[in-house]
């Protein structure tokens, strides 16, 4: 009923920028907040960026300042521009999104994409 599609992952050099988008289609009645997470090869998935309906963030310690995230409401899409890229950095980037399907009253869950990959390397 839900999908969420990642796209704009690569291989990028260090100290570039990648754009990574997630859009959401399906039964939707309204979105929530959104986020981008990530696992990297031996460690656990963690919490990237979040942004909330109504456009407030919360940001990884060793993203800010580096990251933005950002969301078109029109478009279901929620974006995270990646500046000054690190090899730290290198992980499958999973999108996530607070939902409320259609027909079913106000019961929210929480949904993920399929990710997509992110390297860094020179």
């Known amino acids: 009923q839900v999908q969420l599609v990642e796209s704009g992952g690569g291989l990028v050099q260090p100290g570039g920028s990648l754009r990574l988008s997630c859009a959401v289609s399906?039964?939707?009645?309204?979105?929530?907040?959104m986020g981008w997470y990530r696992q990297a090869p031996g460690k656990q998935r963690e919490l990237v960026a979040t942004?909330?309906?109504?456009?407030?963030?919360n940001y990884e310690d060793s993203v800010k300042d580096r990251f933005t995230i950002s969301r078109d409401n029109a478009k279901n899409t929620v974006y995270l521009q990646m500046n000054s890229l690190k090899p730290e950095d290198t992980a499958v980037y999973y999108c996530?999104?607070?939902?409320?399907?259609?027909?079913?009253?106000?019961?929210?869950?929480?949904?993920w994409g399929q990710g997509t990959q992110v390297t860094v390397s020179s």
């Open positions: 996530t999104a607070n939902i409320i399907i259609r027909g079913q009253g106000s019961k929210r869950d929480d949904y």
């Open positions: 942004i909330t309906g109504g456009g407030n963030t």
């Open positions: 399906g039964n939707i009645f309204s979105i929530g907040s």
